[in-house]
């Protein structure tokens, strides 16, 4: 066995240890390449324009407007996918809860936000209720890559 494939045999089951420790996520959803090109990532993981994408979402997981953002999917109870046009591993991820219009009062809420397991290009967000439990909440997603 190469040195590479050791290295990414580690990587991986460093990556699978780490999902088993927070907990699993549902199988990514599957989207339809939208011909988009991707921008290769540099050794530091940052392509080599950094750029900023961002996604607003409503909480039935329709996207409502962003920059970047190829879909967004509600995958359950306050369980959201939202995929990007290229390789988010490397970035940092921001969520908070929202609304989509210009105006109104967004319920209380929680958001964590997260790289997506089997899907490089997308996020994973998890919203909650003020209480803590899993609950249906639109929110502002903003990727800097």
Request: hydrophobic share 40%; charged share 10%; glycine share 14%.
């Amino acid at each position: 066995m190469s040195e590479s494939e050791r290295t990414s045999q580690q990587a991986q089951a460093k990556e699978t240890e780490q999902t088993e420790q927070i907990g699993e996520q549902p199988p990514a959803v599957e989207t339809e390449d939208a011909g988009v090109a991707l921008v290769p990532g540099t050794g530091a993981g940052m392509p080599p324009t950094a750029q900023g994408f961002f996604a607003v979402v409503n909480a039935n997981g329709t996207l409502s407007r962003g920059f970047g953002v190829v879909s967004s999917t509600r995958l359950g109870v306050g369980q959201y996918q939202v995929v990007f046009s290229h390789n988010l591993r490397g970035s940092a991820y921001i969520g908070t809860i929202g609304l989509s219009g210009a105006v109104g009062v967004s319920p209380s809420g929680q958001i964590a936000v997260v790289g997506r397991a089997g899907n490089v290009n997308a996020v994973f967000v998890q919203t909650f209720a003020a209480n803590g439990a899993a609950a249906d909440r639109g929110f502002h997603l903003a990727v800097l890559s």
